[in-house]
C-alpha cells in the first residue's frame, strides 16, 4: 500500500510538470477500477464511461493545481461525487417534465395520494400521529413540540421517524405510481 502511494505520488508530480505519460500511465492504472465502480452506481456504462472520461479530462487540466495526497480515494471520491451530480440532474431533469403529465392524470393522482395520506396517518399511533401532524403540518421542531408536549426532544424525534417509516410503507403503492406516472408520460 505504502509503495501505491509513493507511485502515485511520483506520478502526480509528475503529471504537474506536463508529462502525459505519467497522465497514461495514472489513465490505465485506475480506468478499470474507476469505470466498475461508476458503472456498478449507475448501472449504465455510456454514463459510467462518460463519468471517467470527464474526471481524467478534469485531472489533466487541472494538474498544476492539483493538492492531493492520496490519488486513488481522490479519484474515486470524485466518482462519487459525480455519480451524485448525476442522479441530481437526472431528478431534476424529471421534474422539469411533470408539466408534460397530462393534466387529468396528476390532478386525480394527487388526489388519491391525499385521501391515501389522510387513512395512512389516521392508522399511525395516537401520540406518533400527534407529533408527526404537529412536526409536518404546523412546521413545529422536535424542540417546540418536546416542550408543548412535556416530553424529552428524543422521544419526539423517535415518534417522528416512526410516522415516517409507517408512511413510507403504507404509502409505498402510490409512490411507485407516481414514478410509473413520470416513467410512462
Known sequence: MQQLLLDDSKLLEQLKCHDSGAFE???????KSLYDFARAKTRDSNVAEEIIQDLFVTLWEK??????INLQSYLFTAVRNRVIDYYKEKVFFELENLESISAPEYPIFLDELEAAMQVAVSKLPEKTRE????????????????????????????????????????????????IAIIYLS
Do not use: D
Not at 500511465?25 to 480506468?31: D, I, Q, V
Open 25 to 31: 500511465l495514472l489513465y490505465s492504472k485506475y480506468w
Open 63 to 68: 494538474r498544476e493545481s492539483l493538492l492531493v
Open 131 to 178: 407529533i408527526f401532524l404537529l412536526n409536518r403540518f404546523e412546521y413545529k421542531t422536535a424542540g417546540q413540540i418536546s416542550l408543548q408536549l412535556h416530553i424529552p426532544e428524543r422521544t419526539v424525534e423517535y415518534h417522528i421517524t416512526q410516522a415516517l417509516r409507517a408512511l413510507r410503507i403504507m404509502l409505498k403503492e402510490y409512490i411507485l405510481s407516481f
